[in-house]
């Protein structure tokens, strides 16, 4: 079982900028492809981005690209999300999510922490 737990939310103003972390238990880890989902309320959850176990692929949704940047450090099984130039649309719960190599879903979900971008 893989536990991932996210911290870093909070409230800040459009332009600000905002750091998620998302710390896992296990030593599998390191194997697992990672990432960011996001939920505003009333709306779906959605793709933000996600990275390799190297780290060496990334990908982005179309909305976050050139703000956001996804990164790891597999020595402290931790995933980051830089969020940078933050908008009130990027408010959301933010969930951070794992997969193991192969699969084609993300069977690992943290608790979410909220963002929320004031105008």
């Known amino acids: 079982q893989v536990l991932l737990v996210e911290s870093g939310g909070g409230l800040v103003q459009a332009g600000g900028a905002l750091r998620l972390s998302c710390a896992a238990n296990?030593?599998?880890?390191?194997?697992?492809?990672m990432g960011w989902f996001r939920q505003a309320p009333g709306k779906e959850r959605e793709f933000v981005s996600s990275?390799?176990?190297?780290?060496?692929?990334?990908d982005y949704a179309d909305s976050v690209k050139g703000r956001f940047t996804i990164s790891r450090d597999n020595a402290k099984n931790t995933i980051y999300l830089q969020m940078n130039s933050l908008k009130p649309e990027d408010t959301a719960i933010y969930y951070c999510?794992?997969?193991?190599?192969?699969?084609?879903?993300?069977?690992?979900w943290g608790q979410g922490t909220q963002v929320t971008v004031s105008s």
């Open positions: 296990g030593r599998t880890f390191v194997t697992y492809t």
């Open positions: 990275i390799n176990y190297s780290g060496s692929i990334v």
């Open positions: 999510v794992g997969r193991r190599v192969g699969a084609t879903e993300y069977a690992y």
